[in-house]
């Protein structure tokens, strides 16, 4: 029996990208590099901030690029992105009414993400949905993140309850991997970051337009 919903962060809960986008321009900024199209940014989300920045420098033919010059731009990044992260994030449409109600039900809710832990409650608390959650676990939370299961298994210890009475409610194929090796049922949205693969074609065990038609 279902007693308890797990939430992917970015893509599934929240448009992060617009906001990421700023703060990786701004970061690119600083080398006298040009900004990439939002578009890039989209479909590099998903894979952690500095896999996002190698990425924006291979658009800028900087391939050979060194570890430092991607740590000196992720740090500028996190600088820039934890003043301004969420002036244009914003939650997906049905996200605050189906959270609203499922808390009301008494579900157990809980984030389970690849982003830093310090900035997933901090980005929940600006958008005022930190209190319905009773668990973030982020991608530093443990020494693996998704899809290794360990996340999932973490948050079900957390909430006091098994992977077979957990839906995880995610994005992409990284989500899909880590509930599949939890043992836990799985529901994608369309409308996340999963690098231009239809989700249809990921093995869900239900598609939905939006997190409303899981109440």
């Not at 321009?25 to 590099?44: C, E, M, Q, Y």
Request: with cysteine; hydrophobic share 40%; glycine share 6%.
């Amino acid at each position: 029996m279902t007693d308890t919903f797990l939430f992917d962060l970015d893509g599934t809960l929240v448009d992060t990208a617009p906001d990421l986008h700023d703060a990786l321009n701004f970061a690119l900024s600083t080398v006298k590099l040009g900004p990439v199209d939002i578009a890039l940014t989209r479909h590099w989300v998903g894979h952690g901030a500095k896999k996002m920045i190698s990425s924006a420098l291979e658009q800028h033919n900087e391939r050979s690029s060194t570890n430092d010059l991607v740590e000196k731009l992720y740090e500028d990044f996190l600088v820039y992105y934890r003043r301004h992260i969420a002036i244009l994030s914003k939650p997906f449409t049905g996200v605050r009414l189906t959270v609203q109600h499922m808390s009301r039900q008494r579900y157990k809710l809980g984030v389970v993400t690849n982003k830093r832990y310090d900035l997933s409650t901090l980005l929940l608390k600006k958008l005022d949905l930190f209190s319905y959650f009773g668990v973030v676990v982020g991608g530093d939370t443990l020494s693996v993140a998704k899809p290794n299961p360990d996340p999932i298994l973490h948050a079900c210890s957390a909430l006091d309850t098994r992977p077979t009475n957990v839906v995880f409610v995610g994005d992409s194929t990284t989500d899909v991997s880590c509930a599949r090796a939890a043992g836990c049922p799985v529901v994608l949205v369309p409308y996340g970051y999963n690098q231009g693969v239809s989700v249809s074609t990921l093995g869900a065990d239900r598609t939905i337009e939006s997190l409303v038609d899981l109440i």
